[in-house]
């Protein structure tokens, strides 16, 4: 009978584990980075203030929720993550560093010009560490336009960032198109793309299939990357999937579809994917054709206070608080393992004239996960679909705006605030969110509750099938 109960037991962690996708525990060698993004640095801050899109009230030594960063709060958040974590691997830095200032205003002088002093701060603050850098749509002159040829950004940029790419043909890569790939000091492959290529203000290529070629070369380097074994971490600015609950899709369709291809194609070999652009907090599973968790994306917060507000319908998007996060790794098989995420409170750190960076969530202890793969995230967005997963869902709304208080939608309980939040955690095609927040709100409207997601009720039932095998085969 016993030994009977002993397999029965291992043959239930078996299935289970197949179930759930873990693994079996390894020892990690465990490094951290830096992730800093959408700094939207305003030169005008001390006057004109051209970002300032609100009446700014009091005084704002650091800025204001309706400003982009000035230099003070800049420079800040260098002093910040250099005195919070001064030994880290390598620092990500997913651009946008020109404010939201109209074109009349900016040149493509100025913008390199800012771009420099930025990139002097890395090397004030972290002399000797390396910085993976990206560009942003705001860093282009004019704004958003990306071209799919060398220009004096690319050119400049590549020659200011060679230092950190520390290779001859990775460079002249970089001034045809903006992206690159490295190893890192530990092994690791590193990919910087230019999503800005594809981003839906962008009207200087859309009508090309693949702008400077980056998509054959993506698939090449992917296809390099798992012919040698390596594991692949990627950065860009521009992310995939859909914006919510505002239903913002940043990329053009066909690019899109083509862009997330090769992603699933290479689930295998990508190990994450950290995003700038949104400004709100949040993350996102890629998942292979049938189903499965394949790549975790992680969307950093900005700097920038900044709110949104648009000039046409008078949407106001809500405030959030400055931030920089601390990401751990493991070195050797690139896994994320863990997001702390720094902020800084403006309100009080005008008030007090000093800022204060402090922990907003560790990402571990906030979701209950033992890491931050896709297999954990995929656990956590099942769980956020069920009734008891609600408290994880609350923290992860209220993360998007990096725990600053919410004047818009404060608890996120309407149909179509939770069907967008919800449905654009893992699905990242376009058609497929649409369908699901329509499924959504029809269940919704019809049982009240939170519906709960037709891969769980797949996933729950299968359980309880091989519960019965085992039953029907006198194992248990
Ligand atoms: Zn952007
Ligand atoms: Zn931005």
């Known amino acids: 009978m016993m030994p009977l109960i002993g397999s029965a037991v291992r043959w239930a962690v078996v299935w289970y584990c197949m179930l759930e996708g873990c693994f079996m525990a390894s ?9 800093i993004s959408d700094i939207h640095y305003d030169f005008s801050f001390d006057g004109g203030r051209l970002s300032c899109n609100g009446k700014v009230e009091g005084s704002a030594p650091y800025s204001n929720y309706w400003c982009d960063s000035n230099w003070r709060l800049t420079v800040d958040s260098f002093a910040a993550m250099a005195r919070l974590e001064p030994n880290v691997d390598f620092l990500i830095w997913t651009g946008d560093n020109v404010a939201h200032i109209e074109d009349e205003h900016l040149s493509m002088e100025l913008n390199i010009h800012i771009l420099t002093n930025i990139t002097s701060l890395f090397g004030q603050y972290f002399p000797t560490t390396t910085v993976y850098a990206a560009l942003g749509n705001h860093d282009y002159f004019p704004t958003h336009q990306f071209p799919s040829s060398s ?41 910087a793309l230019n999503t800005n290529l594809y981003y839906t203000r962008n ?62 194609e290479y689930g295998h070999v990508i190990t994450g994917i950290h995003f700038g652009h949104q400004h709100e907090d949040s993350f996102k599973v890629l998942k292979t054709t049938d189903g499965k968790p394949a790549i975790p994306m992680l969307f950093a917060p900005s700097l920038t206070p900044w709110r949104f507000v648009s000039a046409t319908s008078g949407f106001i998007a809500p405030e959030h608080n400055p931030a920089i996060r601390l990401v751990e790794y493991d070195r050797s098989t690139g896994r994320q393992l863990n997001i702390v995420q720094f902020y800084t409170n403006l309100t009080s750190t005008n008030l007090n004239n000093r800022s204060d ?99 769980e009720v797949y996933r729950l039932a299968y359980g309880f099938l091989l519960l019965l095998v085992a039953y029907t085969s006198n194992c248990i």
């Open 27 to 35: 020892i990690t060698n465990s490094g951290w980075f830096w992730h």
């Open 203 to 264: 009207k200087k290529v859309r009508n090309e299939t693949d702008p400077a070629g980056q998509l054959a070369w993506l698939r090449k380097t992917l296809q390099a990357a798992d012919t040698a074994g390596e594991k692949v971490l990627m950065i860009s600015h521009v992310g995939v999937g859909v914006f919510t609950p505002d239903d913002v899709k940043w990329m053009y369709t066909g690019f899109h579809k083509r862009f997330v291809s090769i992603l699933r």
């Open 151 to 191: 220009n004096v950004m690319y050119n400049t940029m590549g020659d200011l960032w060679a230092g950190w790419i520390n290779d001859t043909e990775q460079v002249e890569n970089f001034k045809r198109g903006a992206f690159y790939t490295v190893k890192t000091a530990h092994g690791l492959r590193l990919v």
């Open 357 to 455: 960076w402090t922990r907003a969530y560790d990402f571990k202890k906030a979701f209950d996960v033992r890491d931050v793969t896709a297999s954990s995230l995929h656990e956590l967005v099942q769980r956020m679909w069920r009734p008891e997963g609600a408290k994880y869902f609350d923290r992860h709304y209220k993360f998007t705006t990096v725990i600053a208080d919410r004047d818009d939608d404060p608890t996120c309980n309407t149909s179509s605030c939770k069907s967008a939040i919800l449905c654009g955690l893992d699905n990242i095609d376009y058609d497929r969110y649409d369908s699901c927040v329509v499924e959504y709100k029809k269940r919704f409207q019809t049982s009240g509750s939170t519906p709960v997601q037709l891969s």
